[in-house]
């Protein structure tokens, strides 16, 4: 079973440029997460879908992060305009619905941001 | 709110030492999922184990337990015999079902170094 894929794996840009990454969940999950995780801390989800449905985007910085997944499947992370503090990585995951939804996630290997 | 707290920072041990990482949690409700995911250095995130908010049997999985204490609200990882490959970043998670849907919180994570 092919696992969660993301792209890229790394990208490096500078302040107020734009950048755009790319989740590929397992097939068949419903439940899609887009996480940040800056080094030496644990991950902070940023959004939630649940099929193309958004179920939590509380910690989204609306103002310059967007998100969305097409037809409940793929799904794209935006920021516009980069601010210094965005340089973390972007974990994707996706998990399965049913058990009650606490479901285990699958990781995907994340992209690597460096804002200059 | 929910909250998950694993104090230890960094630990390293020497190789065939037992460690135990801590995990305190909080949570208003009466039903949730507890995890234990692993990340080694090549970064992606990988499940180890889910239990619930009903089931306090301790679990063994070869070198790998769990101690689940609602009494103290806590959910420790023990790995018996460390191994080199055991070095990576071990975190904490707690699910609740805020707001009808699965919410996931993670810890800040505990580093473990095994040396030869």
Do not use: M
Request: hydrophobic letters at 35%; aromatic letters at 12%; glycine letters at 8%.
């Amino acid at each position: 079973e092919a696992g969660v894929a993301q792209s890229p794996r790394y990208k490096i840009i500078e302040k107020r440029q734009s950048v755009a990454f790319w989740c590929n969940p397992i097939s068949g999950h419903a439940t899609l997460y887009w996480y940040q995780q800056i080094l030496g801390q644990g991950p902070k989800l940023l959004i939630q879908f649940q099929n193309n449905g958004v179920v939590d985007d509380s910690q989204l910085p609306k103002d310059r992060f967007s998100a969305e997944r097409l037809k409940g499947v793929d799904s794209t992370l935006k920021i516009q305009p980069a601010k210094l503090e965005d340089s973390a990585v972007y974990l994707c995951a996706s998990s399965e619905l049913g058990y009650g939804g606490h479901n285990e996630q699958f990781f995907g290997p994340g992209t690597r941001l460096t804002v200059l | 709110a929910q909250k998950v707290t694993q104090a230890q920072t960094e630990i390293s041990v020497v190789e065939k030492e037992d460690v135990t990482l801590d995990c305190v949690y909080e949570t208003r409700d009466t039903t949730y999922y507890l995890f234990w995911y692993k990340q080694p250095p090549s970064g992606e995130l990988v499940f180890l184990i889910r239990r619930n908010s009903f089931d306090e049997q301790n679990e063994i999985s070869g070198r790998y337990s769990w101690n689940f204490q609602k009494s103290t609200s806590s959910f420790n990882f023990t790995i018996t015999a460390s191994q080199v490959v055991d070095s990576a970043v071990y975190f904490c998670a707690l699910s609740d079902p805020s707001g009808g849907y699965q919410k996931v919180t993670f810890g800040t994570g505990t580093k473990l170094q095994v040396i030869p």
